[in-house]
């Protein structure tokens, strides 16, 4: 059998466009006018999903530690950038993240929907100073928290609401030399299977999402190396998770997806 090849440039995005038969017993739910946080928008995943949600109708907030990458992905929002708010904030300062949720609140009157993006790769304790793995750390972890914290007391207020983390699967294959990454895309698993337990008769939705490897900026390999690898299926595009991150926000109510992972056809630990 012929292997499939893969091209970024050909590839059809869903988005709620298939014609569905008559007698189907519901249609998804729309996301046009929800509230949206994402945090680590700017770059990779966060802004395919950013720029997916908003021409959907979505109300969206990014943001991201460095100017020059917001800009530029505001620019890519211009078609709808009157639904686009954007900051530089950084997940790992306490008054940044309060600024993000004031900003929300002060734009759009409140939140429906946090996304927990923003993250840094990380290798091995052989090779990290303490100031360094504590910085990861303190951003893919205790920046999703922060975050979290700050969601729920939002979504509380109106009985309903959705939190998707997106982690990792080095979570689920823990690959050699990223035992730090792996660590704290472990330690989100876990959060976010404990937190919604607590969270789940209150109508609010928490959804882990782990990706295998996608194209991002984290990732030591070069854009053409990236573009090798999702040409040959080894790895994802950002797309890909744009549209499983829309596909768990748009499930009715009654269907509730605390788990999903998504991966390229061919993965490989490297």
């Known amino acids: 059998m012929k292997e499939p090849t893969f091209n970024r440039e050909d590839e059809t995005m869903l988005t709620l466009t298939h014609h569905r038969p008559d007698a189907w017993k519901y249609e998804p739910a729309t996301i046009a006018g929800k509230r949206v946080i994402i945090t680590g928008g700017t770059t990779g995943i966060g802004r395919s999903t950013a720029l997916l949600l908003a021409s959907l109708g979505a109300k969206v907030l990014i943001f991201g530690r460095h100017e020059r990458e917001l800009n530029d992905a505001i620019e890519t929002m211009r078609d709808c950038e009157d639904r686009v708010v954007g900051l530089t904030a950084d997940v790992t300062r306490e008054a ?12 759009f009157g409140g939140l429906d929907i946090l996304i927990n993006n923003a993250g840094i790769g990380a290798g091995s304790i052989d090779d990290a100073s303490p100031d360094a793995y504590r910085q990861v750390i303190e951003t893919n972890l205790i920046g999703y928290l922060a975050c979290a914290q700050r969601a729920l007391s939002r979504l509380r207020e109106q009985h309903a609401g959705r939190i ?43 959804t882990l999402i782990e990706p295998g490897s996608t194209g991002a900026d984290i990732n030591p390999e070069s854009p053409e190396e990236e ?44």
């Open 96 to 107: 940044d993240v309060d600024r993000v949720f004031q900003t929300i609140d002060q734009q």
């Open 164 to 206: 998707i983390n997106i982690g990792s699967l080095s979570a689920k294959g823990q690959g050699p030399d990223s035992d730090i990454y792996v660590a704290t895309k472990t330690a989100i698993r876990g959060f976010s299977e404990s937190l919604a337990r607590k969270v789940q008769n209150e109508d609010i939705y928490v």
């Open 227 to 270: 573009r090798k690898l999702e040409s040959q299926g080894e790895m994802l595009v950002s797309e890909c998770i744009a549209e499983a991150v829309l596909w768990c926000m748009t499930q009715p109510r009654y269907c509730y997806v605390p788990l999903l992972q998504v991966q390229p056809l061919h993965e490989k630990v490297r």
